[in-house]
C-alpha cells in the first residue's frame, strides 16, 4: 500500500486554527518519511486544546504559518494520492478551513478513515479511539495528541487491516474528497 497518514491539532474549535500537522509517508506497505512541524495559527489558543495537546502559544511564536508549510506539503495531496487519518473528516475538515482561511486552493486527493475501518473490522471493542485500537493490536502510541504519534499510529492501523484483511476489504472506504 502506498498513502500519507496526517494528524492535525489545533489551537482551539476553530477548524482553521492547526498549531501541529504530521504526515507520515508509506511506500509498499513501510513507512518510509515523516515529517512534522508546529504551525503559528495566529489566533489565540483555549485552555482545553492545550490540556489535550500540551502545546501552547509560546511554542508556536516562531513557527512558520500554514502557508509556508502548505508549500512543502501540497505534493501529497492531489487526485490520485491516498491520504488517511484516524477521524478523517476532523483532519480533512482542517486541512479545509485552514486553506480556505488563508485563501488557499483546495484540493481534490483520496481519503480513507481508520476509525470507520475499524468500527467495521473490529465491532467488538468498547469503543474506537485511536488509543483503544493501538492498544487492541499492539501499536506503539507514545504520546496521544501529539501529531507524529497519532499519524504514525494511524498508519500502522491501515498497515495492519491490510495485512489482516486484504486491499479488496479496504477499498470500499476509500472516498474522493
Known amino acids: 500500500m ?3 497518514a496526517m494528524d492535525f491539532e489545533t489551537a482551539s474549535g476553530k477548524r482553521w486554527s492547526a498549531c501541529s500537522l504530521s504526515l507520515v509517508v508509506v511506500r509498499q506497505n ?22 489535550i495537546h500540551g502545546i501552547h502559544e509560546k511554542d508556536v511564536a516562531n513557527a512558520p504559518v500554514f502557508p509556508e508549510v502548505w508549500e512543502h506539503i501540497q505534493p501529497f495531496f492531489d487526485a490520485n494520492k491516498l491520504v ?3 477521524n478523517a473528516s476532523f483532519d480533512n475538515s482542517v486541512l479545509k478551513n485552514t486553506l480556505t482561511h488563508y485563501e488557499l486552493s483546495v484540493p ?3 481519503s480513507l478513515d481508520t476509525l470507520k475501518t475499524s468500527r ?5 471493542l468498547p469503543n474506537h479511539k485511536l488509543n483503544t485500537i493501538c492498544d487492541a493490536l499492539n501499536i506503539q502510541l507514545h504520546h496521544h495528541h501529539n501529531a507524529l504519534d497519532d499519524a504514525q499510529a494511524c498508519a500502522n492501523i491501515l498497515l495492519t ?3 489482516q484483511f486484504g486491499p479488496e ?8 474528497v
Open 84 to 86: 488517511i487519518a484516524h
Open 169 to 176: 476489504m479496504i477499498k470500499p472506504f476509500i472516498v474522493n
Open 30 to 51: 513501510q513507512i518510509v518519511d515523516e515529517f512534522y512541524t508546529l504551525i503559528n495559527p495566529q489566533t489565540p489558543f483555549f485552555w482545553r486544546n492545550v490540556q
Open 2 to 4: 502506498n498513502f500519507v
Open 108 to 110: 481534490n486527493f483520496l
Open 161 to 163: 487491516q491490510n495485512r
Open 120 to 124: 467495521q473490522f473490529w465491532p467488538q
